[in-house]
């Protein structure tokens, strides 16, 4: 199924909804949990169903970046492990992108609307939601390019071609 996903002559969208579909199995096999794809990445991509409502709802992050101390506070990102004090940072902060759903074409639609001509960054692998910090970062790097950016997985086909 893997190198189905990466397979260029399958249309973009319908690797899509491979994608939502597989995911959107497991999903209600497991409701109320947070599903993902772990070989793809955990941050750019996740499913929750609500054995309640019976309804699917798509999450994704978008990189939210913290340029004051106060920020840094907020984002509970001073108490880490670091000695020197945290004065900015860059976090994914996951969010719905969709509305609830009952079929993972009904997903599949509300999740290209959102997406939808939007700015991205694809990651490597998984990342770890803390960034680099302080005087660790490098000119190259700087975190506010980031800012509101949606995070995208480059083995994950949900953006657009050139992600794939």
């Known amino acids: 199924m893997r190198s189905v996903y990466k397979d260029q002559r399958i249309p973009l969208q ?10 959107c199995c497991v999903a209600k096999e497991n409701p ?8 793809y990445s955990q941050i750019a991509f996740s499913i929750v ?18 340029h004051t101390r106060q920020e840094v506070i907020e984002q509970g990102l001073d108490k880490q492990f670091h000695e020197d004090i945290v004065m900015c940072a860059i976090t ?11 079929t993972p074409l009904g997903l599949l639609m509300s999740w290209n609307k959102q997406v939808k001509n939007r700015a991205y960054t694809c990651l490597d692998g998984n990342v ?35 992600c794939s």
């Open 49 to 66: 169903y609500s054995k309640k409502d019976k309804k699917y709802t798509a999450f994704g992050s978008v990189f939210k970046y913290a």
């Open 92 to 102: 994914t902060e996951r969010q719905a992108f969709t509305k609830a759903s009952r």
């Open 128 to 162: 770890k939601h803390f960034f680099k910090v302080n005087d660790e970062l490098e000119l190259d790097y700087p975190p506010h390019k980031f800012y509101g950016r949606l995070v995208a997985a480059k083995g994950l086909p949900l953006w657009d071609d050139k």
């Open 32 to 39: 109320d949990e947070v599903i993902h794809l772990p070989c």
């Open 14 to 23: 319908v690797r899509r909804f491979m994608i939502f579909n597989k995911v």
